[in-house]
């Protein structure tokens, strides 16, 4: 099943659900990070239309992307990889399905996520993961050019 279009931000129907399930089908689970709490980081859409960003849970950091729109979403099982095109990279994807949401793709950048002793710390973990997902690849520098001889010594060029 498939949700379409999220013609607005999907974040608030992500932590819903999401809390939902971390106080049911993952409360008492020894993966859950205490500290963690439900929160949908920096989504926006794709160029083609898609909803991406973060989820913190308690037990995991991943990266979501949904359906904006019919043309261009793939449809595959649950469990298949996709990858998606970010202007920082091309990322793996595995498609799953929740009731309330439908068909998403996510990718898991922290699973469990017990190495985090706060939810700011995962916060800011997932703030700057936003910002290096949707940022261009650095240029690699210039070449240097050595001064000549005659410039070193104060000659001219």
């Known amino acids: 099943m498939s949700r379409f ?44 239309g898609h909803w991406a960003g973060l989820m913190i849970t308690p037990w995991a950091i991943n990266l979501l992307c949904l359906p904006g729109q019919a043309a261009g979403w793939p449809v595959l099982a649950a469990g298949s990889k996709h990858s998606w095109r970010f202007p920082s990279g091309d990322y793996e994807f595995i498609v799953a399905e929740e009731e309330r949401l439908g068909t998403y793709h996510l990718c898991s950048l922290f699973s469990p996520a017990l190495e985090f002793e706060t ?18 690849p650095l240029a690699p520098p210039a070449a240097a050019t050595l001064p000549t001889r005659r410039a070193f010594l104060g000659l001219g060029a």
Do not use: K, Y
């Not at 973990?125 to 949707?134: G, I, P, Y």
């Open 5 to 48: 279009p999220w013609s607005a931000d999907p974040s608030p129907e992500l932590v819903e659900v999401f809390t939902e399930i971390a106080r049911t089908r993952m409360a008492d689970v020894p993966i859950c990070n205490p500290a963690l709490r439900v929160e949908a980081v920096g989504f926006r859409q794709l160029p083609e």
């Open 119 to 136: 939810h700011d710390i995962a916060q800011l973990t997932a703030l700057a993961t936003v910002q290096a997902l949707f940022a261009e």
